[in-house]
């Protein structure tokens, strides 16, 4: 919402505090966490996505009262673990979570990189074969 607006009307500060909450919950450090050290000298950076969502609305209901304001306002912030940044002796490796896949959609576009592994390798040796 600008702030250099002229009058603020009740929806307006109502929604500028909703984002002003909204902006605190979602941050950098939401999307890439805090670096944890273990002892054995790994450090473990979590990496997550942020998916966030927020409505308001509201109405006048007599113009010639101040207390003729009626609204509400809702926000929802979901987390989900992406990954970790795993360091050690100086290398970074990345650990994805994986979620198991739902529907058979998913289940299909899981399968993609493990098909298309096997059709390589059978072009792979068919090229082999003929070159014999």
């Known amino acids: 919402m600008d702030n250099t607006m002229e009058k603020k009307t009740p929806l307006s500060v109502l929604m500028q505090s909703t ?3 909204v902006h605190e919950m979602v941050d950098t450090n939401t999307i890439v966490g805090q670096p944890i050290s273990t002892p054995d000298g790994v450090t ?3 990496i997550s996505k942020v ?7 509201g109405g006048d209901y007599g113009k010639a009262s101040k ?3 009626g609204g509400g306002s809702a926000a929802g912030v979901r ?9 050690k002796d100086g290398v970074t490796r990345v650990l994805p979570v994986a ?6 959609v998913e289940r299909i576009v ?3 990189p493990d098909v298309l592994d096997r059709v390589e390798k059978f072009f ?5 074969k003929e070159t014999v």
């Open 79 to 87: 987390i989900d673990p992406v990954a970790f940044l795993v360091i």
């Open 124 to 128: 792979d040796k068919k090229s082999d």
């Open 110 to 112: 899981d399968m993609v």
């Open 19 to 21: 984002m002003d909450k």
């Open 44 to 46: 473990l950076i979590p």
């Open 99 to 104: 979620v198991p896949p739902v529907s058979s």
């Open 51 to 57: 998916s966030f969502g927020f409505g308001s609305g």
């Open 67 to 69: 207390d003729g304001f």
